[in-house]
Structures are given as structure tokens and as C-alpha cells.
């Protein structure tokens, strides 16, 4: 199944992405086929709704730091932080659905998440640095909330211009 990327400015992208409840054969190849999406776009991450799927569902590289873009993909049905560190820390980030652009985002140091795989057994993970980036970052996805929300007013209407260029360039 060959999935295409949604870019800054399609609407599934501010929609908030519906509980998972059937765990089958389809939600199977949805979450293959959403890999090797994020492998042939080069990213560390993708939720469902940056391919046009309404449901809660993410990949993310299981990452040690901030080069181990070799880590092994984790796929999260209906996944809910549950807690997060008062320690934070700021790193630049981009997205696959606002190619050219990124930012300093500040996230916590580490989470604890609770999530389905894909046969429905529920599982928690405690992750940290880089692998809690990733999650917060696609997690936020699932709740129509992209990296640029947290940047300034100022920093965003510097943007203005270079979103509104892949809104128009990618426009459904």
C-alpha cells in the first residue's frame, strides 16, 4: 500500500484523530505501509493523520540520541501520556508535512506512555531525550497540533510566508 504524505495546510492535519477499536489485518498493513512511508521520506517519525488516516496511530524510531536514525521503528495504537518530566529541553525540530522548515521546540526530558500495538495488548513505556521527542511530536499530530503551535507569535509570522508556499504548492 503506497501512502502519499499531507502537507502544512491540508485540514486532516488540525483534526483530532479518533480512537482505534478494530484490531485487524487492515490496521496491520496501515501501520507497515505508514514505515515504510516514514523510511522513504527519511523521518523519525509519522502519525496517521500526516497520511490522510483518521485514527490514532503513530510510528517513531526508538532513538538512544540524536543521531541513532537506525533505531528500531515502534508502532502506538490510541497512545496517552501519562506523565511528564519537570526537566526540559530545547532542540531544533522539523516535520515531513512542513518540508524546509524547523525550530527550537522545548519538550520535557522524559515521558511515560501507555499505548496498543497492533493486536490490542496495552503497553507503557518510560522514554527519554530524543525517543520522548519523537513521541510528543506524533502524539501531538494525533491531537491536530503541529511543532510550529509552539513558537512565538513572532516566529510564526516569520514563517507566514513560507507556509503559506507549501499550502499552496500542496493543496488538496
Known amino acids: 500500500m503506497e501512502l502519499s504524505l499531507r502537507y502544512y495546510g491540508d485540514p486532516i492535519l488540525r483534526e483530532r484523530a479518533q480512537p482505534v477499536e478494530v484490531f485487524d489485518d487492515a490496521l496491520r498493513e496501515q501501520a507497515a505501509a505508514m514505515i515504510e512511508t516514514m523510511h522513504r521520506e527519511r ?83 518510560d522514554a527519554e531525550g530524543m525517543y520522548a521527542r519523537v513521541l510528543l511530536h506524533e502524539i501531538d499530530h494525533l491531537d491536530g497540533r503541529l511543532f510550529i503551535d509552539y513558537l512565538s507569535t513572532a516566529q510564526r509570522s516569520l514563517l507566514k510566508p513560507r507556509l503559506k508556499e507549501i499550502a499552496e504548492r500542496h493543496s488538496v
Open 43 to 125: 523521518g523519525i517519525g509519522l502519525a496517521g493523520p500526516q497520511v490522510g488516516y483518521g485514527g490514532r496511530l503513530i510510528i517513531a524510531l526508538q532513538m538512544k540520541d540524536i543521531e541513532d536514525n537506525d533505531a528500531a521503528p515502534v508502532v502506538m495504537v490510541n497512545p496517552e501520556v501519562l506523565s511528564r518530566s519537570k526537566d526540559t529541553w530545547d532542540y531544533e525540530e522539523g516535520c515531513l508535512s512542513i518540508p524546509g522548515i524547523a525550530a527550537d521546540v522545548m519538550r520535557p526530558e522524559r515521558i511515560s506512555v501507555r499505548y496498543q500495538d497492533v493486536d490490542g495488548s496495552e503497553h507503557t513505556v
